[in-house]
């Protein structure tokens, strides 16, 4: 293009200008008649070159660039859309399992607590009853010999009595009397 | 006298015959007019050609460029015209293109703007409102008048308001050609003038030199706006055919 300028540059003096062609008229250019079939039939020759050119090159290879570009980016975004499902769905499944989880290890807390608190339960319970039953027994027993003791108290005074009114008088009281006279 | 002054802002639109071409006794010579729309053509080539040579998922600079001007088009169209207007969309896009980069073009130095020729743009405007009047008849068949008579008017202000609307009508191709073509002849005319000036002005001219800047930086603009206010008036004209209700 600049060697197509720099020849026209070259050429323009030389050029033979239209209205210097017939009268020096001074009027605009635009107004020279005589340019406008030259300038009419350039024009529909440049101007239908290129609406060919648009029409047939440029329009369809523009529109389809612009029609792909468009659907990779619509399939694209489907593509994005359908992984986010995808996450979303497993983190809903993966939160699911999880509430789940735990509620099952509480579950598990739970009823072992409860099995720990019931033996144990259990357990104090049985022990009372032996602590209660030996208690019992105990009692019972330093009973027996509460009144076994006071038996032998008794048989023990009653032959003590009876040895020392013995030494001392002829007559001996019966167990009787002298059972009367302790009480 | 106007060729031997350089500092004619006007000269920069001359048009000047580089091949002598007659057919039919009709002068179709290939101008400097013809080269900066051959030109035009090419750059939108070059541009579609190497943004699409190598097409990939995650487009890589010259591609986005080529995509954003599609989408931006595309968009435009389906924002004015709707679904309807898929089938003249190779016609906008191309409009576009080719508006956008002679408008470009013609900014930088010792070029010839091809869009500053009324001829040029009427030519399109023109093209346009044949081609809107014909496909809103042929949509809308006779109902298509209705756009003269915009509903909920009553019907004694129709005298005044019919003419007024077909007057408006038969005024868009001038308007759309007028318009784009005078920003492109006033905006270069001023440049070129202010360029004289520094030339002018020796050393004193860094002024009109940093008003220069200022002014190329909004032509800048300008040729980028112009060819969007040209598409997007072609998008409104086309949903005015299509749906001549609203």
Do not use: N
């Given at each position: 293009m600049k060697i197509l300028l720099k020849a026209f540059l070259l050429t323009a003096p030389i050029n033979f200008v239209y209205a210097a062609?017939?009268?020096?008229?001074?009027?605009?250019?635009?107004?020279?008649?005589?340019?406008f079939p030259s300038q009419l039939f350039w024009l529909v020759i440049t101007f239908s070159l290129l609406y060919l050119f648009m029409w047939k090159f440029v329009i369809p290879r523009l529109g389809a660039t612009i029609e792909e570009r468009r659907d990779k980016i619509s399939n694209d975004i489907n593509d994005a859309d359908n992984l986010n499902t995808e996450a979303t769905d497993i983190l809903k499944k993966y939160d699911e399992q999880m509430a789940s989880a735990s509620q099952e290890s509480n579950e598990i807390i739970t009823n072992s607590k409860k099995a720990m608190l019931d033996h144990l339960e259990t357990l104090k319970k049985e022990n009372e009853e032996k602590v209660n039953s030996l208690i019992s027994e105990s009692q019972a027993k330093i009973k027996a010999q509460e009144e076994k003791s006071k038996i032998e108290i008794r048989n023990a005074t009653l032959d003590t009595v009876k040895a020392i009114v013995s030494r001392y008088i002829e007559n001996i009281p019966s167990d009787e009397e002298i059972n009367k006279k302790l009480n | 006298m106007a060729a031997d002054n350089?500092?004619?802002?006007?000269?920069?639109f001359e048009i000047s015959k580089i091949a002598d071409i007659q057919l039919g006794g009709i002068d179709i010579s290939f101008t400097n007019s013809s080269l900066f729309m051959v030109f035009a053509l090419a750059a939108t080539m070059a541009l579609f050609v190497i943004g699409l040579s190598k097409k990939s998922i995650i487009p890589n600079r010259m591609q986005m460029l080529s995509e954003l001007s599609y989408n931006f088009i595309a968009n435009m169209l389906r924002d004015q015209v709707g679904d309807q207007g898929r089938a003249y969309f190779p016609f906008i896009f191309s409009l576009f293109m080719f508006i956008f980069f002679c408008n470009f073009i013609g900014l930088i130095p010792y070029t010839f703007t091809v869009t500053s020729h009324l001829i040029v743009t009427f030519a399109f405007a023109g093209l346009i409102f044949i081609a809107v009047t014909i496909i809103g008849f042929v949509k809308n068949?006779?109902?298509?008048?209705r756009i003269f008579y915009p509903s909920g008017i009553p019907i004694f202000l129709a005298p005044l308001i019919v003419p007024i609307e077909i007057i408006s009508y038969l005024s868009k191709p001038i308007s759309l050609s007028v318009r784009l073509c005078a920003n492109m002849l006033a905006g270069h005319s001023i440049l070129k003038i202010f360029a004289g000036f520094i030339v002018m002005l020796g050393f004193l001219g860094f002024a009109p030199l940093v008003f220069l800047v200022v002014l190329y930086a909004l032509e800048t603009l300008i040729a980028a706006l112009q060819a969007y206010i040209f598409t997007i008036l072609t998008c409104i004209y086309l949903n005015d055919a299509l749906h001549p209700d609203h």
């Open positions: 062609e017939g009268q020096k008229s001074a009027g605009l250019p635009q107004m020279d008649i005589a340019t | 350089p500092i004619d802002p006007i000269h920069q068949g006779l109902g298509y008048l």
